[in-house]
C-alpha cells in the first residue's frame, strides 16, 4: 500500500511537471509569435509610410505652355529661368542658354517623387519663390508633366511655371541657339526618350531603335518598325519613335512622299497570284544607314539584310508616305524591306506583295553584320545624293 502511494505521488509530480514545461513553451511559442507580428506590423506601416511619401504628390497637373519664339525673348532676362527637365547627358549634348539642369528621370522612369523633388530644390534655391520659370523636356510631355507635378506640390506659384511648347525637339527643329556639346560643333544623337532627331543643318533625320536578334534567322519583310505598333516585335530593328512623327519629320525635311499604293496592292505577288495588282512604291528618294556605339562609320542598311532567297539586288529606298493608312493601321512601320502601302520609307527595288501569300521571299538581319539583340542603333535618313 506504502508503495502504490508512492507510485501514485510520482504521477502526479510528473504530470505537474509536464503541464509546466508545455504552459511554459506554450508562452515562449506566443510571445515569440506576437514579437514576429508587431515586426512584420512596423514593417509594414514602415514601408506604406514610404510609399505614401511618394504617393502623396498630386500628378496631372495642368501646364501652361509658351511658345518657343516667346520663350526665346526670354533669354538673359532676370527674372526668368530656364529648367532643363531631361536626362544629364542629353542636357550636356545641349541646352538653352542660361538653362539649369534638374533632370526628372527619376519621376518617370521609377515613379520616385522624393528623389525628383530634391533634384528640384538643390537646382532651383530660393528662385523658386523669386523667379518665373520655363520648363524644357524633350518634346513638352512626360518629363515637362512631372517637373509641373513636383513643382506644384513643392508649394511654386504655378501662375508663374511656363512648359517650352513642344520641347528641345521644337526649339531644335526651329534652329534656336543652344550652348553645350552641340553649340560647339557635335551633333545631337537621338536617345530612346527623344528617339527622333531631325537635322535641318545636314538635311537628316536620326532614328533610335535596337536590335531583336530573333530575325537574324527567322523572316521578316521588316526593317524598322516602332515598338508600340502591331508589327512592332515582327522587325529587325525594334524603333523607339512614333511612326507619324517620324512621318512628320520627313516632311519637315521638305521630302516629297509618293503616296501611290493601296492595300490591294499588297495582295500582288511575284510571279503569283495577282502579279498585276504588283507595284513598286514612289516618292522621294532616300539613302538609309546604320551605325551603334564601336560602329562610328554608318553602314548602309541593305548591307545589313539578306533576301532567303539570294537575290541581294541594290535597295531603292522611298519616301512612301502613307500617313493616312499608317493611323489607321497603326502598324509602326517606319521602314519596310519592300514596296508597302502602310510604311512611311520603303523600297522599290521589291515590288508590293513580293512576302504575300506565296512566300516568294523573306528577309532577314545579317548577324555578322549587326550588333548583339539588344543594341540600340541609329538609323540615319537622308536625301539620295
Avoid at 513643392?154 to 527643329?173: F, I, S, Y
Avoid at 532627331?197 to 521578316?220: P, S
Wanted: charged content about 25%; some cysteine.
Amino acid at each position: 500500500m506504502k508503495k502504490l502511494g508512492i507510485l501514485v505521488m510520482a504521477m502526479v509530480l510528473s504530470l505537474g511537471i509536464l503541464a509546466g514545461c508545455g504552459g511554459t513553451g506554450g508562452s515562449s511559442s506566443s510571445s515569440a509569435s506576437a514579437s514576429a507580428s508587431a515586426s512584420a506590423s512596423a514593417s509594414a506601416s514602415a514601408s506604406a509610410s514610404k510609399s505614401s511619401a511618394s504617393a502623396s504628390i498630386e500628378t496631372g497637373t495642368a501646364q501652361n505652355y509658351i511658345a518657343i519664339d516667346d520663350a526665346e525673348k526670354l533669354i538673359g532676362d532676370s527674372k526668368t529661368v530656364f529648367v532643363d527637365l531631361r536626362k544629364a547627358d542629353d542636357y550636356k549634348a545641349g541646352h538653352i542658354e542660361g538653362a539649369i539642369s534638374a533632370p526628372m528621370d527619376a519621376a518617370v522612369d521609377g515613379n520616385d517623387y522624393d528623389s525628383a523633388t530634391k533634384t528640384m530644390k538643390d537646382a532651383l534655391g530660393s528662385d523658386l519663390d523669386s523667379k518665373d520659370l520655363v520648363l524644357v523636356c524633350y518634346k513638352g510631355k512626360k518629363y515637362a508633366q512631372a517637373g509641373t507635378d513636383v513643382l506644384n506640390a513643392m508649394g511654386a506659384d504655378m501662375t508663374k511655371v511656363k512648359t517650352l511648347e513642344g520641347g528641345m525637339e521644337a526649339w531644335t527643329n526651329a534652329s534656336k541657339p543652344l550652348e553645350g556639346a552641340s553649340a560647339s560643333g557635335s551633333t545631337e544623337d537621338p536617345t530612346p526618350d527623344n528617339p527622333i532627331v531631325v537635322d535641318k543643318a545636314k538635311g537628316e533625320i536620326r532614328y533610335m531603335g535596337f536590335v531583336d536578334g530573333v530575325y537574324f534567322t527567322e523572316g521578316t519583310r521588316h526593317a524598322v518598325v516602332y515598338e508600340g505598333g502591331s508589327n512592332g516585335h515582327k522587325t529587325i530593328i525594334t524603333g523607339y519613335g512614333d511612326e507619324k512623327e517620324f512621318y512628320q519629320a520627313c516632311v519637315d525635311l521638305g521630302w516629297v512622299p509618293g503616296n501611290n499604293l493601296t492595300l490591294e496592292n499588297q495582295k500582288g505577288t511575284m510571279g503569283g497570284q495577282n502579279p498585276d495588282n504588283a507595284k513598286t512604291i514612289e516618292g522621294e528618294a532616300l539613302d538609309v544607314t546604320i551605325r551603334w556605339d564601336g560602329q562610328d562609320q554608318e553602314i548602309p542598311m541593305w548591307d545589313c539584310i539578306e533576301a532567303t532567297n539570294g537575290d541581294q539586288r541594290p535597295a531603292e529606298w522611298r519616301f512612301g508616305g502613307n500617313l493616312e493608312r499608317a493611323q489607321e493601321k497603326n502598324t509602326g512601320c517606319v521602314l519596310c524591306i519592300d514596296s508597302c502601302a502602310v510604311g512611311i520609307v520603303s523600297n522599290a527595288a521589291w515590288p508590293s506583295g513580293t512576302t504575300d501569300a506565296d512566300q516568294v521571299t523573306y528577309f532577314h538581319g545579317k548577324e555578322d553584320v549587326l550588333p548583339a539583340d539588344g543594341t540600340n542603333v541609329i538609323v540615319t535618313f537622308r536625301k539620295a545624293a
